[in-house]
Structure formats: structure tokens, C-alpha cells
């Protein structure tokens, strides 16, 4: 099972920024939060990952609560095509090294013109 | 820096016969993993392996599937006296060997038995 929740959908207006909420509150102290995205029938796209300081690239940025236990994904301008199921994941310690990337169900974020 | 490749997009494959889906991982990663994903579904962990090793494949269907990553060339996955029930996307994954990467994804592959 997965080791994080999301809210099951979201609606976000286009050119607002959209804040995509997820908590982790059992993770580990070494363990990283990964988020992806899958825009329909294409494969998951990754998007960022950090362990415990805020990071940022140019798709998005990742704000990491100071005791882990939650992360917000915000995609400061939000376009049409941001329109995709976005995915939160904590890699499961404890399992075979394999299946340690476990996908939720995500959340299903719509970009409204 | 080309992604991760897969081949072919789509497969048509009537019941009974065998599907082989090829995976080429990015440039540098040597860890590959297959993910099956049914229509309306999750995406859902099948098998992890490195060059000539099958680490984990406690995923897999017990009967009709195997995968293999060779020294040279790209991964296979193969289903044997497929299904309706098998169709499905399958996307491969690769990450170099940094416990901590992410994984990179292709786009897949979308299998169909008639």
C-alpha cells in the first residue's frame, strides 16, 4: 500500500497557481517525497523530489513540512495542459527493493479555462 | 539525452499468441522496472531488474509472464498465450544506481488481445 493521501481531485483556474496537498505521516527520516504526473495515456512524468528542504525546478516546487509529515506541490501558473492525475510517493521501506515505489490513486487535477 | 524507449506503442495480439514489449532504459541507468497499469486503474509493480539479474519479481503473474534484461540490448517482457484479460498499458521504468533517484518512465506500451 501506498504510505501517503491526496485528495481525490481538484479544480484549479488556469494562470492561478495550483497547490496539490499530500500527507506522508509515517515517513521515515531518510525516506523522499517523489511527485509524477500522467496526463491520460501517457506515461507518469517526473516532476520533483526532496527529502526535507523546499525544492524547485522549472515545472514546479515541492514545500516539505518541518516534521515531513505532509508536502504541497504548487504549479505556480497553472496551464490547460497541467490538466493530469498527479502522484505523491513515498518509497515503502520494509519491502522487496522493487516494489518500493508504490502508486496511490493520485489526485485528479483539472485546469478550468 | 534520449528517455526511456519502448516499443511498439501499440501491440494487437489475438488469444493465444505471445506479446513481446522491448524497453531501452536511459543513457547511464542500469535498474529497469515494468509497471502494468489496467484500463481505469493504478499503475501496479510487476518486475525490477539490472543487467543479466532479476532482483524482484514479486509482481509478475505466476504463469505466462517473464522478463528479461540482457548484457546488451534493451529489456523484454514477455506474455505467453495472452489474454483478454492481459490487455492493458505496460510502461518501463529505469534509474541509475542511486537508491534515491526517481524513476524515469517511457510512454508505454498499449496491448490489446482480441
Known amino acids: 500500500d501506498a504510505k501517503t493521501t491526496q485528495p481525490p481531485s481538484m479544480d484549479c483556474a488556469e494562470g492561478r497557481a495550483a497547490n496539490l496537498p499530500c500527507n506522508h505521516s509515517?515517513?521515515?527520516?531518510?525516506?523522499?517525497v517523489y511527485w509524477y504526473r500522467q496526463i491520460h495515456s501517457q506515461g507518469p512524468q517526473y516532476i520533483i523530489h526532496g527529502l526535507k528542504n523546499n525544492e524547485t525546478n522549472e515545472m514546479a516546487s515541492l514545500i516539505i513540512t518541518e516534521d515531513r509529515k505532509s508536502s504541497t506541490l504548487i504549479l505556480p501558473h497553472a496551464t490547460l495542459r497541467d490538466t493530469a492525475v498527479y502522484y505523491c510517493i513515498v518509497r515503502v521501506e520494509g519491502h522487496n527493493y522493487g516494489q518500493n515505489f508504490v502508486f496511490g490513486p493520485g489526485t485528479r487535477l483539472s485546469v478550468l479555462p | 539525452n534520449a528517455g526511456v524507449m519502448q516499443n511498439p506503442r501499440h501491440l494487437v495480439r489475438r488469444r493465444g499468441q505471445e506479446a513481446r514489449l522491448r524497453c531501452s532504459p536511459m543513457k547511464g541507468h542500469s535498474h529497469v522496472y515494468w509497471y502494468r497499469q489496467l484500463p481505469e486503474e493504478g499503475l501496479k509493480f510487476m518486475v525490477y531488474?539490472?543487467?543479466?539479474?532479476?532482483?524482484?519479481e514479486s509482481g509478475m503473474p505466476k504463469e505466462r509472464f517473464s522478463a528479461e534484461f540482457p548484457k546488451e540490448g534493451p529489456s523484454i517482457l514477455r506474455i505467453q498465450q495472452v489474454v483478454r484479460g492481459d490487455s492493458a498499458a505496460y510502461f518501463c521504468a529505469s534509474s541509475d544506481l542511486d537508491r534515491n533517484s526517481p524513476l524515469h518512465f517511457g510512454n508505454g506500451t498499449r496491448l490489446t488481445v482480441t
Open positions: 531488474l539490472q543487467k543479466e539479474n532479476i532482483i524482484d
Open positions: 509515517t515517513i521515515s527520516g531518510n525516506e523522499y
